[in-house]
């Protein structure tokens, strides 16, 4: 319960879920009480700042000397002491533990799948088994508590370190933690839970995929939770598999199998929420593009082992949740989890797999949030998106997001092109490269934007200036709609609506003075201004009110001494474990403690009072209070701050009057927590005073009652200040309340604005993007590239955007190199398909992916590394590169290689761009030249597909041209040229790698030369010479 001591508006968000504002925190007065409660203490051991518990006999609101040395730790309020209640007597089958871990045991039992985690005070506990198991991992040490039902494991770590070890259990170990919080018992509550004056129940349930606003969430990437949900069919056996396989084999290339599944997916952090039908056959790749980080699938299937989508599941190591149905069964019924209505023109849209997935998403996520209630955007279905597809194979071997090698940000395309200034910004970036789009429109609306950004560099300049001041909006406003937030994101909120306010100002600025188009005809319409469509998205009516509104109402200034002052109550709580550390811990314990503990430390070990700027004894001296909110917040508010001072004033009279009264002129009137009102008198005045027994006989000192006497302090009550003070006390609890109040009315009125401020976050995440690309093309000299509907691709002078920064540090240069590819089968035109032979290292596999990368990097609106770039819009992106075991799944070198060209020639649409290179690669010559050929002539006979072909199977040239494939043969099917790179060598044995592209076909591999450079024994390449000089070929 709140006692009125306590200081206003604690900040505790870690602590108190969903009452961020009015649950009261564990203050540094009630450590005694938090290491006094169920008779043991924590101890710092084994990790940094961890506590455990060992025993300790502590009273109960009297100051001691203990072994912990807690008599310099200044005494506040001490919450009641909760009774070691015994054992219920109605639940004979549970053993007689103390009820707090009777409670726990049945949240455990409740929640069996998740590690819980009890909040006791100032503490999280775990207890029984799970103690023995995550103690250790946690590298908290496990205690052993008596009971009167044995001994019971138990380990502990204080509420502030929640975040760091829910980051352990739920990011490293993958687990799902039930947080089981305080909740006030009332009376009748108190007697039945054996007179414990809280209950803790389960308040939410965080697993990977239902992070809110954890500070250890990636700021830079979404955290999706997706549902699958599998028709009866697909669930099944082996014989539905093979049925789905055959649907698939039987399908027009691009023209998957019917749709089979239903995805939905969210990210409860920013509220965004999606689906999409799909079939088995893409769900790989959608997987690889949104990384889910938790896929909830039907409890049904957990049985079965071997369902459809195991296979692919288990090959990424996806983190599987099993939920069973809930009772949502329609879209509907999604409503009230929604901040808008689903358009009926959409909703008719939805499948009922999507809805389906939807359903038991829905019904998993707000299971885990306990009752927390929640405001998603209303489902986007991505069919209904113009997206580029991005297969599985392509997002890896193009090193989009990570590295293939070592699977790190740096050195990806993602890494090379980010300039964003926000965190929103840069996840809309990684959205946009996730998937790319297809639409014109959209594409040319974007370049416009960042055409016009580097026109007026110091606009873009201006804007990200701008937007570093704003705040990561989509995650603020979400903590909102989850009921959270507190009135430091009120004011994050208020300054993201400022900075949006000015980002208007300047694009309207910019309008204006955008010089008019000189075209000669003065009479038509200048076009409407990219920067006019973005401020028309933008609605900043209610927003500004609600801001001004925040900032009439928060106190910035008191809350900035709050946190200060939870800084110095976290400093105080990590010294006391510093403290116990030195005197019972190892050397080795002491060292993992924050290092700003220590200068605390030393008071405490000192025997000194904290003091000083900060410190919470200095904050709270008796009339010291800190508000959230401005006295002006609302009128009762103004009433009730003026009712405080006008009774403070009293209070100052009042202590005038009694010092003249009783000639003491030390005299205070204080409260205290075991005391309550209290009036002290020290020094030489404490002898004026009249003696007790005066005071009892004394009419006119009727009240008077001593409470502590020495010879040189005095404390005692005196009716008329304990009425003054008791009033005081109602005021400041009243002003609390009315704070509150004015709390609640602002979150309301955020989330009514929920929508407009969505939207307005999403124009300042798009601006930050496009702003990001005018930087980034200017900065390496990209070009806009010009997008069409034809199929055809022109690339002129084009470059690798990482290899060729990566060579600059070198102090190397790239080669340029050309690219054209052509739909039409004119004896003078280019070829759809370029089939690539040339010597080892000489920039094969380079000019492969660059150009893959060119025209994603095109289609989500960036500026490409060309001279010039014309591209045919691009419905999926394929690569078959490189080769990979996949022991794990019971696959080949060979059988991965074929498994991903399998997809490739049966997914790729004549609107298709595919890149394989050295396909055949894994096994024989002869058998490799096959189905390379096989492939290459699938690509062009029956996909149509525009391409690049890379190979060392020179036999390929021969058989294409056999074949009559090459464009210069004409008909249909002529359709492939012949490009080559080179090894230049001068008489002396020296030779360099021309990565220029030529036409036509080089039969050299010169692998040797790359074997020698690689370090291959002399001898060893002395033996390779003699056995190609015996063939009859050229090293
Ligand atoms: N256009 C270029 N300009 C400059 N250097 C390049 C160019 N293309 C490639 N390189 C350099 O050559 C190296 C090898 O290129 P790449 O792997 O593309 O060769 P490759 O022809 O595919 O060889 P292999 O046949 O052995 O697979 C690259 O790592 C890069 O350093
Ligand atoms: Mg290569």
Same mark, same amino acid.
């Given at each position: 319960?709140?006692?009125?001591?306590?200081?206003?508006?604690?900040?505790?968000?870690?602590?108190?879920?969903?009452?961020?504002? $009015?649950?009261?925190?564990?203050?540094?007065?009630?450590?005694?009480?938090?290491?006094?409660?169920?008779?043991?203490?924590?101890?710092?051991?084994?990790?940094?700042?961890?506590?455990?518990?060992?025993?300790?006999?502590?009273?109960?609101?009297?100051?001691?000397?203990?072994?912990?040395?807690?008599?310099?730790?200044?005494?506040?309020?001490?919450?009641?002491?909760?009774?070691?209640?015994?054992?219920?007597?109605?639940? @004979?089958?549970?053993?007689?533990?103390?009820?707090?871990?009777?409670?726990?045991?049945?949240?455990?039992?409740?929640?069996?799948?998740?590690?819980?985690?009890?909040?006791?005070?100032?503490?999280?506990?775990?207890?029984?088994?799970?103690?023995?198991?995550?103690?250790?991992?946690? $590298?908290?040490?496990?205690?052993?508590?008596?009971?009167?039902?044995?001994?019971?494991?138990?380990?502990?770590?204080?509420?502030?370190?929640?975040?760091?070890?829910?980051?352990?259990?739920?990011?490293?170990?993958?687990?799902?933690?039930?947080?089981?919080?305080?909740?006030?018992?009332?009376?009748?509550?108190?007697?039945?839970?054996?007179?414990?004056?809280?209950?803790?129940?389960?308040?939410?349930?965080?697993?990977?995929?239902?992070?809110?606003?954890?500070?250890?969430?990636?700021?830079?990437?979404?955290?999706?939770?997706?549902?699958?949900?599998?028709?009866?069919?697909?669930?099944?056996?082996?014989?539905?598999?093979?049925?789905?396989?055959?649907?698939?084999?039987?399908?027009?290339?691009?023209?998957?199998?019917?749709?089979?599944?239903?995805?939905?997916?969210?990210?409860?952090?920013?509220?965004?929420?999606?689906?999409?039908?799909?079939?088995?056959?893409?769900?790989?790749?959608?997987?690889?593009?949104?990384?889910?980080?938790?896929?909830?699938?039907?409890?049904?299937?957990?049985?079965?082992? @071997?369902?459809?989508?195991?296979?692919?599941?288990?090959?990424?190591?996806?983190?599987?949740?099993?939920?069973?149905?809930?009772?949502?069964?329609k879209l509907e019924e999604w409503i009230p989890m929604l901040e808008g209505?689903?358009?009926?023109?959409?909703?008719?849209?939805?499948?009922?797999?999507?809805?389906?997935?939807?359903?038991?998403?829905?019904?998993?996520?707000?299971?885990?949030?306990?009752?927390?209630?929640?405001?998603?955007?209303?489902?986007?279905?991505?069919?209904?998106?113009?997206?580029?597809?991005?297969?599985?194979?392509?997002?890896?071997?193009?090193?989009?997001?990570?590295?293939?090698?070592?699977?790190?940000?740096?050195?990806?395309?993602?890494?090379?092109?980010?300039?964003?200034?926000?965190?929103?910004?840069?996840?809309?970036?990684?959205?946009?490269?996730?998937?790319?789009?297809?639409?014109?429109?959209?594409?040319?609306?974007?370049?416009?934007?960042?055409? !016009?950004?580097?026109?007026?560099?110091?606009?873009?300049?201006?804007?990200?200036?701008?937007?570093?001041?704003?705040?990561?909006?989509?995650?603020?406003?979400?903590?909102?709609?989850?009921?959270?937030?507190?009135?430091? @994101?009120?004011?994050?909120?208020?300054?993201?609506?400022?900075?949006?306010?000015?980002?208007v100002t300047l694009l309207q600025a910019a309008i204006k003075s955008r010089?008019?188009?000189?075209?000669?005809?003065?009479?038509?319409?200048?076009?409407?201004?990219?920067?006019?469509?973005?401020?028309?998205?933008?609605?900043?009516?209610?927003?500004?009110?609600?801001?001004?509104?925040?900032?009439?109402?928060?106190?910035?200034?008191?809350?900035?001494?709050?946190?200060?002052?939870?800084?110095?109550?976290?400093?105080?709580?990590?010294?006391?474990?510093?403290?116990?550390?030195?005197?019972?811990?190892?050397?080795?314990?002491?060292?993992?403690?924050?290092?700003?503990?220590?200068?605390?430390?030393?008071?405490?070990?000192?025997?000194?009072?904290?003091?000083?700027?900060?410190?919470?004894?200095?904050?709270? *001296?008796?009339?010291?209070?800190?508000?959230?909110?401005?006295?002006?917040?609302?009128?009762?508010?103004?009433?009730?701050?003026?009712?405080?001072?006008?009774?403070?004033?009293?209070?100052?009279?009042?202590?005038?009057?009694?010092?003249?009264?009783?000639?003491?002129?030390?005299?205070?009137? !204080?409260?205290?927590?075991?005391?309550?009102?209290?009036?002290?008198?020290?020094?030489?005045?404490?002898?004026?005073?009249?003696?007790?027994?005066?005071?009892?006989?004394?009419?006119?000192?009727?009240?008077?009652?001593?409470?502590?006497?020495?010879?040189?302090?005095?404390?005692?009550?005196?009716?008329?200040?304990?009425?003054? /003070?008791?009033?005081?006390?109602?005021?400041?609890?009243?002003?609390?309340?009315?704070?509150?109040?004015?709390?609640?009315?602002?979150?309301?009125?955020?989330?009514?604005?929920?929508?407009?401020?969505?939207?307005?976050?999403?124009?300042?995440?798009?601006?930050?993007?496009?702003?990001?690309?005018?930087?980034?093309?200017?900065?390496?000299?990209?070009?806009?590239?010009?997008?069409?509907?034809?199929?055809?691709?022109?690339?002129?002078?084009?470059?690798?955007?990482?290899?060729?920064?990566?060579?600059? @540090?070198?102090?190397?240069?790239?080669?340029?190199?050309?690219?054209?590819?052509?739909?039409?089968?004119?004896?003078?035109?280019?070829?759809?398909?370029?089939?690539?032979?040339?010597?080892?290292?000489?920039?094969?596999?380079?000019?492969?992916?660059?150009?893959?990368?060119?025209?994603?990097?095109?289609?989500?609106?960036?500026?490409?590394?060309?001279?010039?770039?014309?591209?045919?819009?691009?419905?999926?992106?394929?690569?078959?590169?490189?080769?990979?075991?996949?022991?794990?799944?019971?696959?080949?070198?060979?059988?991965?290689?074929?498994?991903?060209?399998?997809?490739?020639?049966?997914?790729?649409?004549?609107?298709?761009?595919?890149?394989?290179?050295?396909?055949?690669?894994?096994?024989?010559?002869?058998?490799?030249?096959?189905?390379?050929?096989?492939?290459?002539?699938?690509?062009?006979?029956? $996909?149509?597909?525009?391409?690049?072909?890379?190979?060392?199977?020179? /036999?390929?040239?021969?058989?294409?041209?056999?074949?009559?494939?090459?464009?210069?043969?004409?008909?249909?099917? *002529?359709?492939?040229?012949?490009?080559?790179?080179?090894?230049?060598?001068?008489?002396?044995?020296?030779?360099?790698?021309?990565?220029?592209?030529?036409?036509?076909?080089?039969?050299?591999?010169?692998?040797?030369?790359?074997?020698?450079?690689?370090?291959?024994?002399?001898?060893?390449?002395?033996?390779?010479?003699?056995?190609?000089?015996?063939?009859?070929?050229?090293?």
């Open positions: 319960m709140l006692s009125p001591r306590l200081p206003p508006v604690p900040r505790l968000r870690i602590a108190c879920l969903g009452q961020t504002l $009015n649950t009261p925190r564990a203050l540094p007065h009630s450590i005694p009480a938090t290491v006094g409660r169920c008779g043991v203490r924590y101890v710092t051991t084994g990790g940094p700042g961890v506590l455990m518990r060992q025993r300790q006999t502590q009273v109960r609101g009297k100051k001691t000397t203990t072994v912990v040395k807690l008599d310099d730790l200044p005494q506040g309020l001490i919450a009641p002491l909760e009774p070691l209640a015994p054992e219920p007597r109605d639940e @004979d089958e549970e053993p007689a533990y103390p009820t707090v871990v009777l409670q726990a045991r049945r949240n455990m039992q409740k929640f069996d799948n998740c590690v819980l985690l009890t909040r006791v005070g100032g503490f999280y506990e775990i207890y029984l088994d799970q103690a023995n198991e995550y103690g250790p991992l946690l $590298n908290i040490k496990v205690a052993q508590r008596k009971t009167s039902a044995g001994p019971i494991s138990m380990a502990g770590f204080p509420f502030f370190q929640l975040d760091r070890f829910l980051k352990i259990l739920v990011q490293d170990l993958n687990r799902h933690v039930a947080i089981a919080e305080e909740f006030p018992n009332d009376p009748s509550e108190r007697i039945r839970a054996g007179g414990l004056m809280h209950t803790r129940r389960v308040a939410r349930i965080v697993t990977p995929g239902t992070l809110i606003d954890e500070n250890f969430m990636d700021p830079y990437a979404n955290n999706y939770i997706m549902a699958i949900h599998l028709p009866e069919t697909s669930v099944s056996d082996d014989s539905t598999r093979q049925e789905a396989q055959q649907a698939i084999d039987t399908s027009q290339p691009a023209n998957l199998a019917a749709n089979q599944i239903g995805l939905a997916w969210l990210d409860l952090s920013t509220g965004n929420f999606f689906t999409q039908p799909t079939t088995l056959e893409s769900l790989g790749s959608v997987l690889s593009r949104i990384s889910p980080r938790e896929i909830v699938l039907d409890k049904a299937l957990e049985l079965k082992e @071997d369902h459809a989508i195991s296979s692919i599941l288990q090959e990424e190591r996806y983190l599987v949740s099993y939920c069973p149905k809930g009772e949502l069964k209505k689903i358009p009926v023109k959409t909703a008719k849209k939805f499948t009922d797999n999507e809805v389906d997935a939807g359903c038991l998403l829905l019904h998993y996520v707000r299971g885990r949030l306990q009752g927390l209630s929640m405001k998603l955007q209303p489902p986007r279905r991505y069919e209904n998106m113009e997206v580029m597809n991005i297969d599985k194979n392509s997002m890896r071997s193009l090193e989009i997001k990570q590295t293939i090698r070592d699977g790190v940000f740096k050195g990806s395309l993602l890494h090379t092109i980010r300039r964003t200034v926000t965190k929103s910004g840069a996840r809309l970036l990684n959205d946009w490269l996730t998937f790319p789009s297809t639409s014109l429109e959209v594409i040319n609306f974007r370049q416009e934007l960042v055409a !016009r950004f580097i026109q007026d560099d110091d606009l873009g300049d201006a804007i990200c200036t701008l937007l570093r001041r704003s705040h990561d909006s989509q995650r603020l406003v979400q903590r909102f709609a989850l009921n959270r937030g507190d009135a430091d @994101d009120l004011l994050r909120l208020a300054n993201t609506i400022k900075a949006t306010e000015d980002i010089p008019k188009k000189q075209d000669g005809n003065d009479k038509e319409e200048p076009e409407k201004d990219c920067l006019e469509e973005m401020i028309d998205r933008i609605n900043l009516k209610q927003p500004l009110k609600l801001a001004r509104a925040i900032r009439d109402a928060i106190d910035e200034e008191g809350l900035v001494q709050q946190h200060q002052l939870e800084d110095s109550e976290t400093g105080e709580m990590i010294a006391l474990a510093q403290e116990i550390v030195k005197a019972e811990g190892t050397d080795e314990d002491g060292l993992i403690i924050p290092k700003k503990a220590a200068p605390l430390a030393a008071s405490i070990k000192a025997k000194k009072p904290i003091t000083g700027p900060g410190s919470w004894r200095e904050i709270y *001296g008796e009339d010291n209070e800190l508000w959230t909110m401005k006295p002006g917040a609302s009128s009762p508010l103004t009433r009730l701050h003026a009712q405080l001072k006008t009774t403070k004033e009293e209070k100052e009279k009042l202590t005038e009057t009694l010092r003249t009264r009783f000639n003491a002129s030390s005299l205070t009137l !204080r409260w205290s927590s075991g005391l309550g009102h209290i009036c002290h008198v020290k020094g030489k005045d404490a002898k004026s005073l009249p003696s007790p027994e005066e005071a009892d006989t004394d009419p006119s000192l009727s009240g008077m009652r001593t409470l502590a006497a020495s010879k040189t302090t005095r404390t005692f009550h005196l009716p008329e200040w304990t009425t003054l /003070g008791e009033h005081l006390d109602k005021l400041r609890v009243q002003i609390r309340a009315e704070e509150q109040r004015v709390f609640a009315s602002l979150r309301s009125s955020v989330v009514l604005n929920l929508v407009r401020l969505r939207r307005n976050a999403a124009v300042l995440d798009e601006l930050d993007v496009v702003t990001s690309f005018s930087r980034l093309a200017v900065e390496q000299n990209l070009v806009r590239p010009v997008l069409n509907t034809a199929t055809g691709t022109t690339i002129i002078g084009g470059r690798h955007p990482t290899v060729e920064s990566g060579l600059a @540090d070198q102090g190397r240069t790239f080669q340029k190199n050309d690219l054209i590819l052509s739909s039409s089968n004119q004896k003078d035109s280019t070829g759809r398909i370029w089939l690539i032979t040339g010597p080892n290292m000489a920039g094969k596999s380079t000019f492969l992916r660059q150009n893959a990368l060119i025209t994603i990097l095109a289609q989500i609106g960036c500026y490409v590394p060309a001279d010039y770039a014309e591209l045919g819009m691009v419905d999926a992106i394929f690569s078959r590169v490189g080769s990979a075991d996949n022991l794990f799944q019971d696959q080949s070198t060979f059988m991965v290689e074929m498994i991903e060209t399998a997809a490739i020639l049966r997914q790729a649409s004549h609107r298709s761009f595919v890149i394989m290179d050295e396909v055949g690669r894994g096994t024989t010559p002869e058998d490799g030249t096959a189905v390379a050929f096989a492939s290459l002539n699938h690509l062009v006979r029956v $996909n149509k597909c525009r391409g690049l072909f890379a190979t060392h199977f020179h /036999g390929i040239s021969d058989l294409v041209k056999e074949q009559g494939m090459r464009v210069e043969d004409g008909g249909p099917d *002529g359709a492939i040229d012949m490009y080559c790179t080179d090894v230049e060598e001068d008489d002396r044995g020296g030779f360099v790698y021309v990565h220029k592209l030529r036409k036509g076909t080089n039969r050299q591999s010169h692998a040797l030369k790359v074997a020698k450079l690689a370090g291959l024994p002399e001898q060893a390449i002395r033996v390779a010479q003699e056995v190609l000089a015996k063939s009859g070929h050229h090293y």
